[in-house]
């Protein structure tokens, strides 16, 4: 078999066989097959898409790629939730803690940010002496000792992924349904997890804008998963504006420290309900609760018994950052007191917002990666102080830009300023935060 | 601009414009775009095709990527043919010294063989001391002096052609009607042409099988040379079986010599009678001759006076080879006695052959090549003895493979054998050599 075989036959709009994903699998881990030809197949993939067959092979082949974690001698069911990026969103230093402290084994493999979107492993970061470059030893330690544990993907890992992700950014072929679902269940699945829930970001500052196609990528991330042995889940939910206030690495930290200790303000809320929900279908799917409604009861009681927040100062300490930073945030966290004010350009309603232009704005003055090599600057950030459907008045604040440099601010300040929409009329209908679950 | 802003729209089935064709192209010449990116491109534009615009474009892009042969010094009308490829396809032989007997200049830029298709380059170094590694100056003094010259393409002549097809081949995007067209025109541009005759082969043993998809690239080929101010027809012509007799390089340019001498034989004879319809369109688009038959008659004249044969004699000369080849090629060309004979398995009437295969089998044992870096056996071959429609016995022969090793022979043998259809009925139709004259 020949690379260029299988090429032609994606290209001709067959469909591959296993003999031929694995051989093409094999090849991109072992470096046999030249950078060109994967990409080549890449677009013909992008192009003539995979049927469910093809799309589990796929996954299992890039699953099989590298090495598989066995966490079979801790006896917990294993969950962890996935989110397909957004602006603000933060959910995971939330549900990881509340999760594990049900009983749960929560082994989360995260990513950094790129472009418009955050990455739970630069907000981790901010924490002093917080590291995320876990080897496979210290990892199993954390998660034993602690319930949860957080680290970034290594080298041997899903590494046909791996590869595959770094030319997918340089060739447009990202977006390709059956490959954002591979890599995320291949990655996951090497966790050896028994349950998965998959938080699908949909609207102006998600990849995927319009609902029906974030739909099918739920519909076939789920479908996979179960294919693989997974017991997985998603849901659709709305990322239309940023989650809760805070857009930063450092400030979302205190944001979610905050929620946690029952501190959280209400334009935070959202983080804490959506984290609830997204909490409660894994420990219905870990088979810990029977229903959505004993799960939230569990949830309520770990969250407002303090016992979330202590699962994750002892996360915090396990992996070398300093645990005081739970009890004072802002004397620990690596925030900066210069603001610089979006003002409102005229009265009305907040009708509708560009949160990726939100995000990228952030990104250009240090608060995200513009490529992926960049630095990231983690005190930079912008705290909202409205939501959609709220009323504002002419020269009102829309939320706070935090940077030293206060002509990086002004243009930040500017970008969102301009993401904003607004409108004469109340909007009749506020976005929902969860749009749709999906089974199947 | 960036590589995958313009792979994204080629992608999304977008029109690219003249400034993203030429910073691709450019990229690729300079190599600054990586050759995963210039293969995902390759693939989106196979899967989604490019319109005439865009089209002319690329192959301007191509063509400008690299020198531009300057001919305008030479008083005469450039003309030049290209064929698409073929088994037993040696019209390049012919038709280049009677076209320049007849006062046309011919800039021949020629190709290698691969797969089962043979390359005028291979035929002609059989000829004892024959160079086609000529300099753009060595070039243009044959020219001068010959009226014709025949050598590879440089690395000057089209590099970004070069990269790509070289690209095309390990990514099987080689059958697409965009690419093909940009890397035979951009090559027969760069050479300063006035006029151009494609021939588009068609059948079982040319790269187009079906007769539509063949028609449509004529038409492309067309378009797009009278488009950049070559004047450009394309015939399309049969390639069910091997053109002529002869199989393999240096029986090939036996079979040519001695066309040009009066002896061919029979078999034979189809080589002929196409260099002589190619040639005279060539004098028809070089404005030599007003009509076909014009054309025809002259040529007719050129070849039996012999001014042909001198024509091609004084080439071989120019060109560093031993002209005595002319007066006899058995004599001077690397030939061997050893044959062995493939039998016909059946009586009845040559119905069909595989003539892809035919090429593979000779290629198989040397005479081809399966990798682009494969030598050449120059004396290696096969002489048919049969054409479709006629009649053989049982055991009768219906050709010789030449070939000092035995067991080799015998394996081209059946495979030989095996390509050749033998029916019960003849076959109501012959198939016509040349199909069609496209002129637009």
Chains 1, 2 share one sequence.
Request: proline letters at 4%; a negative charge.
């Amino acid at each position: 078999m020949r690379p260029q075989d299988v090429i032609r036959r994606k290209r001709d709009g067959e469909h591959l066989s296993r003999e031929e994903i694995t051989f093409f699998i094999e090849g991109v881990t072992r470096g046999t097959i030249a950078d060109y030809q994967i990409s080549a197949l890449l677009m013909a993939i992008y192009l003539n898409g995979m049927n469910d067959a093809e799309q589990g092979m796929l996954t299992e082949a890039m699953l099989n790629s590298g090495n598989i974690l066995d966490f079979s001698h801790i006896a917990k069911p294993k969950a962890d939730k996935h989110s397909t990026g957004g602006v603000g969103d933060k959910t995971s230093l939330l549900i990881a803690p509340m999760v594990a402290a049900c009983g749960v084994c929560v082994p989360m493999i995260s990513g950094r940010g790129l472009g418009h979107t955050g990455g739970t492993l630069d907000k981790l970061e901010t924490i002093p002496g917080y590291r995320v470059d876990l080897s496979a030893t210290e990892f199993e330690g954390v998660l034993q000792s602690v319930g949860y544990a957080m680290s970034g993907q290594t080298a041997e890992l899903a590494p046909a992924d791996k590869k595959m992700y770094a030319l997918r950014d340089a060739t447009s072929t990202v977006e390709a349904i059956p490959l954002i679902v591979a890599s995320i269940i291949s990655k996951k699945g090497a966790a050896g997890l028994d349950a998965m829930v998959i938080d699908v970001k949909v609207g102006s500052g998600a990849f995927m804008r319009q609902e029906a196609r974030a739909e099918t990528l739920a519909h076939a991330l789920v479908r996979t998963g179960n294919a693989l042995g997974i017991r997985t889940r998603a849901l659709l939910t709305d990322m239309n504006q940023p989650l809760g206030r805070a857009v930063g690495n450092s400030l979302e930290v205190k944001e979610c420290i905050q929620l946690l200790r029952g501190e959280g303000e209400g334009g935070a809320q959202p983080v804490l309900e959506l984290s609830l929900e997204l909490s409660a279908h894994m420990l219905v799917l870990a088979h810990v609760d029977k229903s959505l409604a004993a799960a939230h009861e569990r949830l309520q009681k770990i969250v407002s018994s303090g016992e979330a927040l202590e699962c994750f100062r002892r996360n915090v300490e396990a992996q070398g950052g300093d645990p005081r930073v739970c009890d004072d945030p802002d004397g620990f966290l690596p925030l900066v007191t210069e603001t610089f004010k979006v003002e409102s350009p005229r009265s009305g309603f907040i009708t509708k917002v560009d949160t990726a232009e939100v995000g990228h704005a952030i990104a250009a003055i240090g608060g995200g990666r513009v490529r992926i090599d960049d630095r990231i600057e983690p005190t930079v950030g912008f705290v909202a102080e409205v939501k959609i459907g709220d009323s504002v008045r002419s020269d009102e604040s829309l939320g706070l830009v935090y940077c030293r440099d206060e002509a990086a601010a002004r243009e930040a300040a500017e970008r969102i300023q301009s993401a904003y929409e607004v409108g004469d009329q109340p909007l009749s209908e506020i976005p929902q935060l969860v749009k749709e679950v999906i089974n199947e």
